[in-house]
């Protein structure tokens, strides 16, 4: 582990190297953040990431890191908790987005455990921080194995009654290419959730059929909509499942397999890092990078009848989600 940089507070991040299964992994402190992966053979990064730590402060916030302890949107930055209204942080308008300023995002991980292919990572959050109850640990462990698999476990407790939903926020581009157009997507889900202006879903799920959003065969992302929603895979958390693919004109395809019941797709389109900015110097304009999140449907916490993200004490909160690269064709 050695020293990556420092925050604008002067808080330490450090870096360790994971390598394993043909993978090579570079993973920050700083939010659990994968700020870089590559596959042996490719001569590009695969995913998004800042040159200067403290950039994940700025043009690249939540890039590659852990988002929580309630991804996505809470409409009025509040919710009902165990039959209190808790009132949160509101960062987005009127809206909560990854759990605000303090979200698992902004902090510095404890490293628990590391090897040459493996790492885990601990947060602790305190009672109250940013509106949410209860004390909770937050444990991120990332595993390289062959095939060329990232898999990440995400876990959680607490010691009263809360609300959490985890997700990865890494933005993907298998081309190392300006953006994302020359890529082919597919996503296993027959329902997907219209959204209002401030990215709220407006009711209960839709069918993508006959819809741009159906993505059940592969489109290019060159002719997709504007993208900032969440497919719904199934109605609760179940065993590891298949959900998306994702092919650059590269040949290289990833592949996402998940637990969860969502799955949030962005295209990127407000990215904006200056070049050198980015790994080996890029520039990342709009669509650099497409960030594909598994997770419990947005807001939730407000909803009945969407998957739950309550926890309550006693119980551990477990997500698996997993990341297979591979190389279909050459050019």
Same mark, same amino acid.
Request: net charge neutral; glycine share 12%.
């Given at each position: &582990?050695?020293?990556?940089?420092? &925050?604008? =507070?002067?808080?330490?991040?450090?870096?360790?190297?994971?390598?394993?299964?043909?993978?090579?992994?570079?993973?920050?402190?700083?939010?659990?953040?994968?700020?870089?992966?590559?596959?042996?053979?490719?001569?590009?990064?695969?995913?998004?990431? /800042?040159?200067?730590?403290?950039?994940?402060?700025?043009?690249?916030?939540?890039?590659?890191?852990?988002?929580? +302890?309630?991804?996505?949107?809470?409409?009025?930055?509040?919710?009902?908790?165990?039959?209190?209204?808790?009132?949160?942080?509101?960062?987005?308008?009127?809206?909560?987005?990854?759990?605000? /300023?303090?979200?698992?995002?902004?902090?510095?991980?404890?490293?628990?455990? #590391?090897?040459?292919?493996?790492?885990?990572?601990?947060?602790?959050?305190?009672?109250?921080?940013?509106?949410?109850?209860?004390?909770?640990?937050?444990?991120?462990?990332?595993?390289?194995?062959?095939?060329?698999?990232?898999?990440?476990?995400?876990?959680?407790?607490?010691?009263? &009654?809360?609300?959490?939903?985890?997700?990865?926020?890494?933005?993907?581009?298998?081309?190392?290419?300006?953006?994302?157009?020359?890529?082919?997507?597919?996503?296993?889900?027959?329902?997907?959730?219209?959204? =209002?202006? /401030? &990215?709220?879903?407006?009711?209960? +799920?839709?069918?993508? #059929?006959?819809?741009?959003?159906?993505?059940?065969?592969?489109?290019?992302?060159?002719?997709?909509?504007?993208?900032?929603?969440?497919?719904?895979?199934?109605?609760?958390?179940?065993?590891?499942?298949?959900?998306?693919?994702?092919?650059?004109?590269?040949?290289?395809?990833?592949?996402?397999?998940?637990?969860?019941?969502?799955?949030?797709?962005?295209?990127?389109?407000?990215?904006?890092?200056?070049?050198?900015?980015?790994?080996?110097?890029?520039?990342?304009?709009?669509?650099?990078?497409?960030?594909?999140?598994?997770?419990?449907?947005?807001?939730?916490?407000?909803?009945?009848?969407?998957?739950?993200?309550?926890?309550?004490?006693?119980?551990?909160?477990?997500?698996?989600?997993?990341?297979?690269?591979?190389?279909?064709?050459?050019?």
């Amino acid at each position: &582990m050695i020293e990556a940089g420092r &925050m604008a =507070d002067g808080r330490a991040v450090h870096a360790l190297h994971l390598t394993g299964g043909g993978l090579s992994l570079r993973l920050l402190t700083l939010g659990a953040t994968v700020q870089d992966l590559r596959l042996a053979g490719v001569d590009w990064p695969l995913v998004l990431g /800042a040159a200067d730590p403290a950039d994940y402060a700025g043009p690249l916030l939540y890039a590659g890191a852990i988002v929580g +302890p309630v991804a996505n949107r809470i409409a009025g930055a509040r919710a009902f908790i165990a039959g209190r209204l808790c009132h949160f942080e509101a960062n987005e308008g009127r809206t909560l987005l990854h759990s605000g /300023a303090r979200g698992l995002h902004a902090r510095i991980w404890a490293v628990e455990d #590391a090897g040459p292919d493996h790492a885990t990572l601990r947060a602790d959050l305190a009672d109250g921080e940013g509106g949410f109850p209860g004390n909770r640990t937050i444990r991120a462990r990332f595993r390289l194995a062959s095939p060329a698999t990232l898999t990440l476990d995400l876990t959680a407790t607490s010691d009263v &009654m809360t609300i959490v939903n985890l997700a990865h926020h890494g933005y993907w581009n298998l081309d190392g290419s300006a953006d994302t157009g020359g890529h082919r997507l597919a996503v296993a889900a027959d329902r997907y959730l219209a959204v =209002d202006a /401030a &990215m709220i879903p407006t009711g209960p +799920p839709l069918s993508v #059929a006959g819809t741009s959003y159906d993505f059940r065969a592969a489109l290019q992302l060159s002719g997709a909509p504007p993208l900032d929603h969440n497919f719904c895979l199934a109605s609760a958390r179940r065993d590891l499942t298949e959900v998306a693919t994702m092919t650059g004109s590269s040949g290289v395809r990833l592949s996402i397999a998940t637990t969860e019941p969502g799955l949030q797709v962005y295209d990127g389109r407000h990215l904006a890092v200056a070049a050198g900015g980015g790994l080996d110097g890029r520039a990342y304009g709009p669509r650099a990078g497409m960030a594909f999140e598994p997770q419990v449907w947005p807001d939730a916490p407000n909803r009945p009848d969407f998957p739950p993200a309550v926890l309550g004490p006693g119980e551990s909160y477990r997500q698996t989600t997993r990341f297979r690269l591979d190389r279909v064709r050459t050019p």
